[in-house]
C-alpha cells in the first residue's frame, strides 16, 4: 500500500517562495505519475499540475509560468516550487500518484495534504 507525506507548507507573504515536498513509500514511485491538486475552504479539489512517469508535465492556467512540478524517482519525492504567490493560492495542497491519459490526471492515492498560507 503507498504512502504520500506531503510537507514544506507554510505562512509566505504574497510575492513569496514555498517547495512542497511529497515523499512515496510503498510502490514504485517511477512507474507512476504524480498530480498536485489544492483545496480551498468552501470549494471544491482542483488540479494544480501533474508530472508523468516519464516527465511531461501540465499546468492548471492559474499557475503556469510560477508553479514548477518536478520528481526524484532516486528519492521517491515528487516536488512542487511555487513561485510568486498569490493570496488566491492560499489552500490545503495534496500529492496523489496516478495515471495521466488524454492529458488527464487520474489518482489513485491520496497524501495527507499541506497547508499553503499567503498572505497580503
Known amino acids: 500500500q503507498v504512502q504520500l507525506v506531503e510537507s514544506g507548507g507554510g505562512l509566505v507573504q504574497a510575492g513569496g517562495s514555498l517547495r512542497l515536498s511529497c515523499a512515496a513509500s510503498?510502490?514504485?514511485?517511477?512507474?507512476?505519475?504524480m498530480g498536485w491538486f489544492r483545496q480551498s475552504p468552501g470549494k471544491e479539489r482542483e488540479f494544480v499540475a501533474h508530472?508523468?512517469?516519464?516527465?511531461?508535465?501540465a499546468y492548471a492556467d492559474s499557475v503556469k509560468g510560477r508553479f514548477t512540478i518536478s520528481r526524484d524517482n532516486t528519492k521517491n519525492t515528487g516536488y512542487l516550487q511555487m513561485n510568486s504567490l498569490k493570496p488566491e493560492d492560499t489552500a490545503v495542497y495534496y500529492c496523489?500518484?496516478?495515471?495521466?491519459?488524454?492529458?488527464?490526471?487520474?489518482?489513485?492515492?491520496w497524501g495527507q495534504g499541506t497547508q499553503v498560507t499567503v498572505s497580503s
Open positions: 496523489a500518484l496516478g495515471r495521466i491519459m488524454f492529458n488527464s490526471f487520474t489518482p489513485s492515492n
Open positions: 510503498g510502490r514504485t514511485f517511477r512507474a507512476y505519475a
Open positions: 508530472i508523468s512517469a516519464s516527465g511531461g508535465s
